[in-house]
């Protein structure tokens, strides 16, 4: 078999599903392709323009120094730790939306909406608060040293202004990808991003008529720019002249539905725990890392974000895994559901390659965009190989765990982050890190283990296909 066939057969949709498994018409490879990006595209550019909003505050600020660099570094796994909660609901609203719009059951899909909406606001309110008021000994928890702590409290209080509204904004964002409708997730970051860029260069550096306010100025830009995003998300569903399933009306009630609430309190419960494991398996690790020092806890908050671009493309190839086989399993079309679920595999494993060939090329520049530190770019070019490594293991378990997860098997996930983020990892790094004498190299060993380890579980788990039969 020649190359050139064998680049076909690998990409072609009649390979993706056995004979017995087909339902109904299979769209052409160019219809199932061009649908995968028509939702994939949007939901990547998100969540890479989501990672950038912690990227270019550090990006920004890197000219302080490396205590500036680990001060909004230390802030990443307690912001998560507190949006736990909003994150494991909108897993759930993601999922139930694209089901029961699939079901063509577009009046269940707008309450789920209306009701998440409200748990959103009540729990991000009160959990910004409790960040707010104990940011200096969150920030202390998590391994801020002397050096930065009172820097990086600074940082934390801003940012804490504007996750409330992050929150909400995320949880509007999940329902619209359920529904396909990635674009408005994709418009509201862009314009987020773009406010967050200016707002850092005025505000960090006293531009014109603005203060210098340093890294505080950076916090204050993400949240204005978080609250733009708000702005914007939340008009999505009342603009009522647009054609969109999803949409607030007057008449629409927003009493809690027994039926809604226990739909959403089914998956997204697993995906809390899910999250709880991941949060502390992140935060140990982190917290561990930090222990071997702050320039060597700069370049690993450096590498983090390089990675985290690349983990973007993952997470919005999983978006819209998570709404193409949910909608598709709404409707009652397994054999779509596998295909998509696939098609979205194959576009991972070509990204991974990608992204791969052009970190080894660029190494040095894209450390340098966050660091002139010699000590940083010497040590933040070893991490980068070992980033290479990890990429297609963690781009290709990011898809499909959002398949698995779409389709309501997360309790697997959640037990699969029990035993790898939070068993696992904080585990290997302390032993390759310390008693091995590894240091920064083992820590991001470990990471790499990690993700070679889910990605051969939930690989193992979607091939047996139990997931089709799920009902929710």
Known sequence: MESGEIYVQFFSVKNFIKPEQIVGEIPTNKETYQETARVALPSMTESLLIALISAVDMIMVGGIGADAIASVGITNQPRFIIMALVLSLNVGVTVIVSRRIGEEKYENANRCLRQAIVISTVTSFILSLLGFVFAKPIVSWAGATSEYVDMASIYFKSIMVGNFFYCISLTINAAQKGAGNTKIAMRTNISANALNLCLNYLLINGIWIFPKLGVMGAGIATSCGNILAFLMSFYSIMNTSTDDILRLQKEQSWKFDKKTIHDLYVISSSAFIEQIFMRIGFFLYSKTVASLGMVAFATHNVCMNIINLSFSVGEGLSVATSSLVGRSLGANRTDLAIIYSKVTQRLGNVSSLLLG?????????????????????????NIISIIVLTLFFQIAQVVTSGCLRSAGDVKFIALLSLVSVTLIRPTLTYVLAFPLGLGLVGAWLSLFLDQFIRYFASIKRYNKAKWIDIKI
């Open 357 to 381: 060939i052009f970190m080894i090329l660029f190494r040095i520049p894209l450390i340098r965009l966050f660091s002139n530190d010699p000590e940083i770019i010497n040590a933040g070019t």
